[in-house]
């Protein structure tokens, strides 16, 4: 027997899709989560706020979500929705915002639960139902049962996972990405292909996974082209939303693997973008990965359009120069939460110890 697929998002996906979107089947009462710029700069809360007018919907803006969010922050949202009594949460924003209302929906339906208890305390009420709304096409967490947050308890990103935490409603609206400053869409963008390639060389990957998976690394991969040159018009906006979401999909089956688990220290000790941390990795992935599946690397490579994996690393190292060099005491440490990391052995390809360090030492200034 194997578990095929499962993911119980409905998504609804054009132009205007907020203004459209019945948001009154969820409740009378919400709380829209987001971060202080991107919801507002893209238009996409002034939408959602107007469609929640349109159906008398009370609703409160928690707008306090910052960059990788820490588990403090989900648990104030989670505070805020209960005051608020809503019944709901609309989640606006690129991966932080949407991960966080993951855990704010979890801590507002389950008051025993703290920071400190999050991640071991069991989960009583179903958490409220989120609406996902990205302006990013990167992260996929509008389709996935996952939140990644910053744990300070840990020194590192930490993931909730549980099939509760599935938005019920993504709505992909392409003209919210259109704000994006184009560091941040390339980089989302490596993330998004970063989810199909990861799942895709994952010991988990089921035929569904692989053919979502394969859909998107054409989607995305076919774009790195026009976004090093930073040419975006609407309809690869578009490709890429939905190839995100694809993404989101296929680690929705899969998990992540090592590239995930080596970017996470970068962004917390560093401050890289998450996407660009996976920036570092994923041409390694590829390069690990002929060691045991030739034809899955080339298959990947073809979809991508490039012919070798130095081509591949070099269409990376346009998208994201990953340019950034680290002291060697640091390097190591990060080598090291890479190698404990979570996902780390999730791939067909499990890593060695050296193959750890070597993926660092490449950074070492
Ligand atoms: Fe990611």
């Known amino acids: 027997m194997e578990n095929l697929f499962f993911n119980p998002t409905k998504v609804i996906f054009g132009r205007g899709c907020v203004g459209e979107y019945d948001f009154s089947a969820h409740g009378k009462r919400c709380l829209i989560v987001c971060g202080g710029k991107s919801a507002r700069l893209s238009g996409a809360l002034d939408d959602v ?50 991960d966080a209302s993951k855990a704010a929906a979890y801590f507002a339906a389950n008051v025993h639960l703290t ?16 609406v996902a709304i990205p302006t990013t096409a990167g992260t996929g967490s509008e389709v996935t049962q996952y939140a990644v947050l910053t744990n300070h308890r840990i020194s590192n990103k930490q993931t909730l996972k549980s099939p509760l935490l599935f938005p019920v409603t993504a709505l992909l609206d392409a003209e919210y990405t259109v704000t994006l400053p184009p560091h941040i869409a390339n980089a989302t963008a490596v993330d ?23 859909k ?10 026009s976004l090093a040159e930073g040419r975006l018009d609407a309809a690869l906006r578009e490709r890429l939303l939905v190839g995100s ?11 992540t693997s090592f590239v995930h688990s080596f970017g996470y220290p970068l962004t917390y000790y560093e401050n ?31 979809l991508c359009g490039v012919k070798t994996c130095d081509e591949f690393f070099e269409l990376i190292r346009r998208v994201c120069p990953c340019d950034k060099l680290f002291e060697r005491e640091d390097a190591m440490k990060y080598a090291r939460v890479g190698e404990n990391g979570a996902s780390t052995r999730r791939g067909i390809y499990e890593p060695t110890h050296d193959d ?10």
Do not use: W
């Open 49 to 98: 706020r107007n469609a929640l007018g349109k159906f008398n919907i009370a609703f409160s803006v928690f707008d306090r979500v910052e960059q990788n969010p820490t588990v403090e922050t989900c648990h104030a949202a989670g505070e805020a929705a209960r005051e608020q009594k809503a019944e709901f949460i609309v989640a606006v924003g690129g991966g932080s915002p949407l």
């Open 245 to 255: 979401m694809l993404g989101g999909m296929v680690i929705s089956v899969t998990g």
């Open 272 to 302: 890289i973008p998450h996407g660009e941390a996976n920036a570092y990795f994923l041409p390694d992935l590829l390069n690990y990965a002929m060691r045991v599946s030739e034809n899955r690397v080339n298959r990947t490579l073809r």
């Open 356 to 365: 750890c360090y070597d993926m660092l030492r490449k950074y070492i200034k």
């Open 216 to 225: 998107a690394m054409f989607m995305i991969g076919r774009a790195l082209p």
């Open 192 to 214: 998004a292909l970063s989810h199909a390639i990861e799942g895709y060389f994952s010991k988990s990957a089921t035929t569904v996974s692989d053919a979502l998976a394969e």
């Open 115 to 130: 920071p400190e208890t999050l991640y071991n305390g069991e989960c009583r009420a179903k958490p409220l139902p989120i």
